[in-house]
């Protein structure tokens, strides 16, 4: 979903499966049943409208002013990409876990710069369920 519309992914590997760990779809569900829009074709973050919420906006109208009230100052959508590596690298996943669940097809741009099917391998879930906990309070490290 780019700019309000739904599109091809960029690569075949953006089009794999998602990891989703059940905390952040527990999370997700909690968010839904709050939501005006709460039926099952809705955006869980739709707009006022119904509609996809354009991400400028969703950016500007709510990340950005949580993040500099966080005091992370200001931040865009690559900087989650960035803090997920980072993450990830914190729970030591393993390089290749990493630029699978990174969806990069290059190990040098997950290395250097900064997918993969859900049951595969225990260690992506692991890895990727590290993360979520942490953000979501959950982790005791």
């Keep these: 979903m780019v700019a309000g519309r739904a599109d091809e992914t960029k690569t075949?590997?953006?089009a794999k499966p998602l990891l989703l760990d059940p905390n952040l779809a527990t999370a997700l569900l909690d968010?839904?049943?709050e939501a005006t829009y709460a039926g099952e074709s809705d955006f869980v973050f739709a707009?006022?409208?119904g509609?996809?919420?354009w991400q400028g906006m969703f950016l500007e109208d709510y990340i950005q002013p949580a993040a500099v009230k966080a005091?992370?100052?200001n931040v865009g959508w690559h900087?989650?990409?960035h803090s997920y590596r980072a993450w990830l690298k914190r729970f030591?996943?393993?390089a290749e876990i990493q630029k699978e669940l990174m969806r990069h097809s290059n190990l040098k741009t997950t290395l250097e710069i900064y997918g993969i099917e859900p049951d595969v391998a225990p260690a992506h879930r692991e890895a990727n369920s590290g993360v979520v906990r942490a953000l979501?309070?959950?982790d005791s490290n």
């Design 92 to 94: 030591a996943a393993p």
């Design 51 to 53: 509609s996809a919420r």
């Design 79 to 81: 900087t989650f990409r």
């Design 12 to 14: 075949e590997a953006s």
């Design 47 to 49: 707009a006022d409208s």
């Design 31 to 33: 968010c839904r049943r």
């Design 71 to 73: 005091g992370i100052g």
């Design 136 to 138: 979501l309070g959950k």
